[in-house]
């Protein structure tokens, strides 16, 4: 059976146990051929098979409460003090990044792996030295519960399958990491909090944006009126070209998406804008567009433009599209200088520079551009650190479920304003960081 076969089963029998939503998707599941991923060579310290008996590789085909109280159930962790993961889904994100990040991780490994296709599983488990019964289906995931290994999932799959996977963790007594968007309702993100919080688990949104040192920078000048001075505008764009080839992958279905751009790269203008200011908009003002003729928005948005008001008086312009060339960036100017992250949202290889009226003159001239800089620290690891750290100690992390939903009512409202081609109003919420928990400590 070779690799188009094998995603082709894989998807079929991930659909038997999704339920009737996503059955609607009308498409043969969630994963497309393009989601079939590649573990890395990169492991978490463990000793490799011989090379004659090493499995063949995966290939990838193209593509573009109370917050501090601690828990009733200490957690305890193995010999080497690393908490404990299952890897739900092995699609492109944890095979090239996810995995690859727990290298680089001081507080977590991977114990597990939960995947519809057990023999593409069975050869990611070899190179990451997961042993064979740690390797679960969507079945049999449940069963989590009896591996003492597993203290947490990282749930990494179709927006739509979120709250499901979400829910059975808890009720298996694991702590939950969960890829962005939340989920693709306020309902189905309300049910994932009230969920972790009945079982006393840590709940957590993969944020990674928040844990990265530029863009934490960027919010600390921006919080401080003395470096920029009063903040006035922030232009931000996350856009890039989705694959032609692929027409039919789950971010194109909405049944399995919730939405287009928006939900997937556009939010991380939403929440990146929120994380600087550490406000809440009160308004929202939203265009929607997809090219008629193109079979890849027949369910969903190709673009969303919007802009945002927050209660200091702050507009932010924000810009998504899935049929652009590819431009991750943002630009936050005050009245005394500009901050610009470019790109602000990839994986590595982010650039800051700022430019600000010198201190000894009043002119409103800039003096130049500064170039600012900082040792390269992967994205993942630092989330899923952080994520471990509030796991052992008990507290609430800094991108709790809370702030999921706080985004997708947002994004439901940037939809509405789409509509009805008019403003929406957001309840005005005065605390700062109001749906944050435990800081991250310093990288």
């Not at 990169?42 to 011989?50: D, E, F, L």
């Not at 070209?241 to 991380?268: E, F, M, T």
């Not at 929202?284 to 209660?311: G, I, K, N, T």
């Not at 899935?322 to 901050?339: C, I, M, Q």
């Amino acid at each position: 059976m070779n690799l188009l076969d094998d995603s082709l089963e894989e998807r079929r029998r991930f659909l038997r146990i999704t339920g009737s939503a996503v059955a609607a998707a009308s498409v043969l599941g969630w994963a497309s051929p393009a989601q079939a991923a590649a573990a890395s060579t990169g492991g978490t310290g463990g000793t490799s098979a011989p090379a004659a008996t090493l499995p063949k590789p995966v290939t990838l085909p193209e593509m573009q409460d109370d917050p501090t109280e601690k828990s009733e159930m200490p957690v305890q962790l193995g010999k080497d003090g690393r908490l404990g993961l299952a890897i739900v889904g092995l699609g492109r994100l944890s095979l090239e990044e996810i995995m690859p990040a727990l290298a680089s991780s001081k507080r977590c490994r991977v114990t597990a792996l939960v995947s519809g296709d057990r023999e593409k599983a069975q050869r990611v488990a070899a190179q990451y030295d997961v042993p064979e019964s740690s390797i679960y289906s969507y079945d049999t995931f449940d069963q989590l519960r009896d591996n003492p290994n597993v203290h947490a999932v990282y749930i990494v799959l179709p927006n739509a399958l979120h709250r499901e996977f979400t829910v059975r963790a808890a009720r298996a007594g694991k702590h939950v990491l969960c890829e962005k968007p939340m989920a693709t309702t306020v309902a189905d993100c309300q049910a994932m909090i009230d969920a972790c919080k009945a079982a006393d688990r840590r709940l957590m949104i993969a944020y990674r944006i928040q844990y990265e040192p530029l863009n934490s920078q960027v919010k600390d000048w921006v919080r401080d009126a003395t470096v920029l001075g009063t903040i006035k505008l922030i232009d931000m764009a996350n856009c890039q070209n989705q694959s032609k080839k692929n027409v039919h992958q789950w971010r194109h279905v909405k049944a399995l998406a919730g939405g287009g751009a928006l939900p997937d790269i556009g939010l991380y203008c939403l929440n990146t804008a929120r994380f600087l200011l550490g406000e809440e908009p009160v308004e929202v003002s939203a265009q929607q567009y997809s090219a008629e003729s193109d079979p890849r928005f027949a369910e969903v948005e190709e673009a969303m433009l919007w802009q945002m008001r927050f209660p200091s008086g702050v507009r932010v312009q924000c810009t998504c599209s899935y049929a652009t060339f590819t431009s991750k960036r943002y630009r936050v100017l005050g009245d005394k200088g500009w901050a610009d992250m470019d790109p602000a949202f990839a994986y590595e290889g982010l650039q800051l520079k700022r430019s600000r009226i010198a201190e000894d003159t009043t002119e409103f001239v800039a003096p130049g551009i500064e170039q600012i800089s900082t040792k390269h620290s992967n994205q993942f690891a630092l989330e899923m650190d952080h994520f471990a750290e509030c796991v052992v100690s008990g507290k609430q992390p800094w991108t709790p479920g809370e702030e999921g939903l706080q985004d997708q009512r947002i994004m439901e409202a940037i939809y509405e304003s789409a509509r009805i081609g008019k403003p929406v109003q957001l309840a005005r919420i005065t605390d700062k960081d109001a749906f944050r928990g435990t800081p991250p400590s310093k990288a």
